[in-house]
């Protein structure tokens, strides 16, 4: 499979050549409480927010028997553009094991951060040299680091 070439111009990567590769455009959370898990994240993350709902997104919950947005199934975290979009999705059963993917989040004063996420609903599980395992509300595991 042919890649792109990439050649360094003044510090910056430019891409060279005539398609483009795959992207992340989402990533998923399985969630017990969607709405809940997505703020929490929403508050977490620099910059993002629960998606507003318009009258068409409130259409199509009232058409899936949802009368309230706190109880949707599929709840969108976003940013702007070219930014990946959180999607939490409402599953039946809860998390059973170790995630075998998980977020990194950087932060200039990881113990402030630990702090201020703790206060979100956040737990601190370990700690070790430059960073911090932490689980989110429903479990699902993250580190902070420097």
């Not at 199934?73 to 990946?84: D, T």
């Not at 996420?117 to 420097?146: I, K, Q, S, T, Y």
Request: net charge negative; with cysteine.
């Amino acid at each position: 499979m042919a890649g792109l070439r990439r050649e360094v111009v003044a510090g910056q990567a430019l891409r060279v050549g005539v398609r483009d590769v795959a992207r992340v455009h989402d990533i998923v959370f399985d969630s017990g409480h969607p709405a809940s898990l997505a703020r929490f994240w929403a508050a977490v993350l620099d910059g993002y927010r629960v998606a507003p709902y318009d009258e068409e997104g409130l259409r199509r919950l009232g058409e899936k028997g949802v009368d309230d947005p706190e109880d949707d199934p599929r709840v969108l975290v976003e940013a702007g553009p070219g930014l990946p979009r959180y999607f939490f999705v409402l599953v039946p059963e809860g998390r059973v094991a170790k995630n075998r993917v998980h977020l990194d989040l950087g932060a200039d004063d990881p113990a402030a951060e630990v702090t201020r996420l703790v206060g979100l609903g956040a737990v601190a599980v370990r700690e070790f040299e430059g960073w911090v395992r932490m689980a989110d509300p429903e479990g699902n595991e993250f580190c902070v680091l420097r």
